[in-house]
């Protein structure tokens, strides 16, 4: 009988947007942070998307805060560290265009590229966000984005293109894969299910998601992230599918309708639905094995 597949199983513990005041459960802070990290790795997570959050809970691309946080999670576990160039949307990352309008400004996105980590998100595509009656402009036009490939190149850092849309992969990203920025595998993570907070994202349906993969290039492993109840459903596709998968706080808060969730309750949720289906999650190691990453020293 054949070894059953290995899924890698990412945790997005924190992300840029949900806030204590919508769960208790949320870790902002360094030590909270890798402590749920811990604990989700116990489960069988070997990813984990990591936000960082000033000391007031907003959020930062600061590099020394990163820096704390994938210390702490280092210190206790030998999980993959992806951090964000997305950031948030308030604390050091927003700016004023005019009123209503507010930007992501790049320059503090591409901060969070300065903490040693050894994925980071890229997110090839310019879109519109609204959240509390504000409009949040991230953009990433093309020459922003091969200012982020060569940053990418000097750090050593394997990109995750993060896509909300067919158009998200098959522009910036593709263009730069074709151009020979981006090594095989390349890690795209479809994120949908995010269309009543950001303009041009997917929801999730099947055929969408069948779409999407494929479109992939040639030598690319897939993961997907649903935003709110699209999380089990889209997840459990994708590993059907011969994808991956990401779960946590930052994209869904409930473990059920009405039941706040802690990070660990989604991932063993998930690694139970992974083992249902005849499958097993990847530990770190085998992780680090597919996508090409080196093994951290012992």
Request: proline share 7%.
């Amino acid at each position: 009988m054949s070894k059953p597949q290995k899924v890698i199983v990412t945790v997005a513990p924190t992300g840029g947007m949900v806030k204590k005041s919508q769960t208790p459960h949320l870790p902002t802070q360094p030590a909270e942070i890798a402590a749920s990290v811990k604990r989700c790795y116990d489960e069988g997570a070997s990813i984990v998307a990591v936000h960082a959050r000033r000391p007031d809970d907003q959020a930062t691309c600061d590099p020394a805060i990163y820096r704390d946080i994938n210390a702490r999670i280092r210190d206790v576990c030998d999980i993959i560290i992806n951090n964000s160039t997305g950031g948030g949307i308030d604390g050091d990352m927003t700016r004023e265009i005019e009123p209503g309008l507010d930007e992501i400004m790049f320059s503090e996105r591409m901060r969070g590229l300065d903490a040693n980590a050894e994925m980071a998100t890229f997110d090839a595509h310019t879109v519109l966000a609204s959240f509390g009656g504000r409009e949040i402009l991230v953009n990433t036009s093309p020459q922003r984005c091969d200012v982020m490939a060569k940053r990418f190149v000097e750090t050593g850092i394997k990109p995750e293109w993060e896509c909300f849309c067919l158009p998200h992969l098959m522009q910036d990203p593709m263009r730069l894969i074709k151009s020979g920025f981006d090594k095989p595998p390349y890690w795209i993570n479809f994120v949908l299910g995010g269309e009543r907070g950001f303009q041009n994202a997917s929801p999730y349906t099947p055929e969408i998601l069948d779409s999407l993969i494929a479109h992939l290039p040639e030598g690319a492993l897939f993961c997907v992230s649903g935003i709110g109840r699209y999380q089990f459903p889209a997840t459990t596709h994708a590993v059907l599918a011969g994808g991956h998968v990401r779960v946590g706080l930052e994209d869904n808060i409930y473990l059920a309708p009405g039941e706040l969730a802690t990070n660990e309750q989604l991932v063993a949720k998930m690694v139970r639905i992974i083992r249902e289906l005849g499958y097993e999650p990847a530990t770190a190691a085998e992780a680090r094995d597919m996508l090409g990453l080196p093994q951290l020293a012992s």
